[in-house]
């Protein structure tokens, strides 16, 4: 089971833009879906993206479609979010998480077996 560690998450204004890193700290990304999750206080988990390790294809929520792009290095254990025009509905714990859903499963994040510790992005306006 991959271990994994979020940065990156830091508070920004409206309109900025923010990169955001998973690196697996023991173990690989070889067989993984890797996702990112966030969770906005008083809220539940929701899904941001993930990408399949079969076929590389990514898939975004609605809300982050066309502003957020992920984005993954196998060689290097990678995952990266790379966010643009935030909003403060986008003020968040960013958390990456890997696991083997299946297609329609994808947004479930209790299809995910691994997590990391999450990383804080805040969006003022």
């Known amino acids: 089971q991959v271990q994994l560690a979020e940065s990156g998450g830091r508070s920004v204004q409206t309109g900025d833009s923010l990169s955001l890193s998973c690196d697996a700290t023991?173990?690989?990304?070889?067989?993984?879906?890797m996702a990112w999750f966030r969770q906005a206080p008083g809220k539940e988990r929701e899904f941001v993206a993930a990408s399949r390790w079969s076929g590389g294809r990514t898939y975004y929520a609605d809300s982050v479609k066309g502003r957020f792009t992920i984005s993954r290095n196998n060689a290097k254990n990678t995952l990266s979010l790379q966010m643009t025009s935030l909003t403060p509905e986008d003020t968040a714990i960013y958390y990456c998480?890997?696991?083997?859903?299946?297609?329609?499963?994808?947004?479930?994040?209790?299809?995910?077996?691994?997590w990391g510790q999450g990383t804080q992005v805040s969006v003022s306006s």
């Open positions: 998480a890997a696991g083997n859903p299946i297609l329609s499963a994808l947004r479930m994040s209790s299809m995910y077996r691994s």
């Open positions: 023991n173990g690989s990304f070889y067989g993984y879906t």
